[in-house]
């Protein structure tokens, strides 16, 4: 499956932004996804997860509360919603997937498919 994810931009603090992620190619709903984020200088880490039945979902812990992953498979896209932006939430945003639901998949290694990234930046 080929992924895309678009809709990052300036955001200021305390501020929202919708982050989705279209795929095409292989059935879609087979798919299990996730977000992922690389802030400048660091590794890429975990964000949200959410398994291809759309109800089984894991936030990374400082994200829980703020943001929500969601899917619609029958449009192919995933969504992470993100409320209550801090500028620790400036980073490239990937979304990702994987064939098989895999307990504690949470690294980069964990998922074969990545989208090209789409920046957000959340100013002070």
């Known amino acids: 499956v080929q992924l895309q994810a678009y809709g990052g931009g300036l955001v200021q603090a305390g501020g929202f932004l919708r982050l989705s992620c279209a795929a095409c190619?292989?059935?879609?709903?087979?798919?299990?996804l996730g977000w992922f984020r690389q802030a400048p200088g660091k590794e890429r880490e975990f964000v949200a997860r959410i398994r291809r039945d759309t109800a089984t979902k894991y936030y990374a812990d400082d994200v829980k509360g703020r943001f929500t992953i969601s899917r619609d498979n029958a449009k192919n896209t995933m969504y992470l919603q993100m409320n209550s932006l801090k500028p620790e939430d400036t980073a490239v945003y990937y979304c990702?997937?994987?064939?098989?639901?895999?307990?504690?998949?949470?690294?980069?290694?964990?998922?074969?498919?990545w989208g090209q990234g789409t920046l957000v930046t959340v100013s002070s």
């Open positions: 990702a997937a994987r064939i098989g639901w895999k307990v504690g998949a949470t690294t980069k290694d964990d998922y074969a498919n």
């Open positions: 190619g292989a059935l879609f709903r087979n798919y299990d």
